[in-house]
């Protein structure tokens, strides 16, 4: 006879995990994503198949099946990651990220830089609905021309996912855009409209702390020698072109119309390795030994989608910056994806995630500490299932009926869904989406965490606004 679990015992796995994360980021630091955190979730999953098969009673071999059938929620993820990696290193070889950053550091002004790239990053993913395309395409150049601008990665880092993340919730074309009310039974413009709310004043409050941030990084504290080195080494080694820009703008026009942004990405990867052979011959003759020919050609080109850019550029800071991508630079990140996935589908399956929301239920006694509780559990989710579209589906699942309860419109527990788990997701380092920015930018979860203020103020305006009663509107009989 299966066992319920109770809130202790479904509690045990995640305190390990938590414990387990906690000294392996004390140990080993920035690189605890690189197999400590994977042995700790895999320890964790194994640690809730004991409890659920010998004190919970449950078939091992059910278990085991439904925890590895978790994993196919990721499977899109692990693709597009995969393609990413291959787009990075061929849109590299091809001169694309390159001629993005050489103009962007002719450009921009040093003092407006940050809150210019999080302008960016909200128009572009805004006009794609993706946080992911966006990061992976100007997002690694933007990073680029913040390193040559002498600005800390971890606030070029901040100011991309800000950026990303606000376009990505107020698009119509974004999956968790459509999820969230898709899951709490509200219309997807009455969504979007009633999260201007929140996101509005957590943008805008980040545009102005990013303003401020600018002064410091601006006019004397920048190296006008090491930007011109960098100039010259970009110029030295690449053929860069406006011309270029036709890439990254065919990849947008395939988002914004729909396309899915596996085959959109695909595209983009190959897209890429065209436009190297045309823009970068010589480029391609170094690389391949001063060798011409189809052979040779074709290895330059494969070997940088599936092993990544490798060239000395003759600057320290470029080589740092181009050479990576890759197939092979994810797949410690689809390892990550994995074990994660692993020990969510454990703790789905035995029960124990159930037991924890229930008892987070039983707290709610009015519409503030129901919202905070929305948002404490979709955060929670984000730790403990390392996925957003299963923090985003739980969350909806668990709390519909209280929004009924206490006559709220569904719209309101979207919002909070989308506030707690859309925008956190990307700060949980063991989370796919805090794995992909992290992997994507080379820039450490921990690292831009402190600087990604829009997402850090989101859940906390969202549970003031709650608190006021302002735009908590009530169940419409002819909507609702």
């Known amino acids: 006879m299966i066992k319920k679990p109770s809130v202790l015992i479904s509690l045990i796995p995640v305190i390990i995990l938590v414990v387990l994360l906690s000294f392996n980021v004390y140990v080993f630091g920035d690189n605890s994503s690189y197999g400590p955190n994977q042995l700790a979730l895999l320890f964790s999953a194994l640690v809730t198949a004991v409890i659920g098969v010998f004190y919970l009673k449950h078939d091992y071999r059910e278990v085991e099946s439904k925890a590895i059938g978790s994993i196919s929620m ?22 694309v990220v ?8 002719k450009l921009i002004n040093p003092s407006i830089f940050l809150p210019v790239c999080l302008v960016i990053c909200c128009i572009v993913s805004l006009a794609t609905g993706s946080s992911w395309s966006t990061v992976g395409t100007v997002g690694i150049a933007l990073l680029g021309i913040g390193s040559a601008l002498g600005i800390p990665e971890g606030m070029v880092a901040g100011a991309i996912v800000s950026g990303s993340y606000f376009g990505d919730k107020m698009s119509p074309l974004s999956d968790t855009t459509n999820l969230a009310p898709a899951m709490a039974g509200a219309d997807l413009f009455d969504h979007i409209r009633h999260m201007v709310f929140t996101s509005g004043p957590a943008i805008i409050l980040s545009f102005i702390i990013f303003a401020v941030l600018g002064f410091f990084y601006g006019g004397d504290s920048i190296d006008s020698s090491n930007v011109d080195s960098i100039l010259n080494a970009i110029d030295k080694n690449f053929y860069i072109s406006p011309i270029l820009f036709i890439l990254p703008l065919i990849v947008f026009i395939l988002v914004k119309f729909r ?8 595209v983009g990867t190959i897209l890429g390795g065209l436009f190297a052979l045309i823009f970068q011959p010589e480029l391609i003759k170094i690389l391949s030994g001063e060798t011409q020919g189809f052979i040779k050609t074709y290895q330059v080109i494969l070997s940088t989608a599936f092993d990544g850019f490798k060239h000395d550029t003759g600057n320290e800071v470029l080589n740092k910056l181009f050479n990576r991508g890759g197939m092979s630079s994810m797949l410690n990140t689809v390892w990550l994806i994995l074990m994660a996935m692993i020990f969510g589908g454990m703790l789905e399956v035995t029960g124990m995630l159930e037991s924890i929301a229930l008892s987070i239920l039983k707290m709610v006694s009015g519409v503030t500490s129901l919202v905070a509780s929305t948002i404490g559990t979709s955060i929670f989710l984000n730790i403990t299932t390392s996925d957003q579209y299963i923090s985003i589906v739980l969350t909806g699942k668990m709390f519909k009926d209280a929004y009924k309860k206490q006559n709220l419109a569904p719209k309101n527990l979207s919002r909070a869904t989308e506030d707690g788990a859309t925008v956190t997701s990307v700060l949980v380092p063991w989370n796919t989406c805090g794995a992909y920015f992290s ?3 080379g820039v450490a979860t921990l690292t831009y965490l402190p600087f990604a203020f829009f997402n850090l103020l989101s859940p906390i305006i969202s549970i003031i606004v709650a608190a006021s009663g302002k735009t908590m509107e009530k169940i419409d009989p002819d909507k609702d």
């Not at 396309?259 to 959109?264: G, W």
Request: net charge neutral; proline share 7%.
């Open 439 to 441: 992997s994507v930018m």
């Open 74 to 95: 990721a499977m899109q993820a692990m693709f597009i990651l995969l393609v990413v990696g291959s787009l990075i290193g061929t849109w590299i070889l091809s001169g």
């Open 259 to 266: 396309v899915p942004a596996l085959p959109s990405l695909l």
């Open 98 to 105: 390159p001629s993005m950053i050489f103009y962007g550091i």
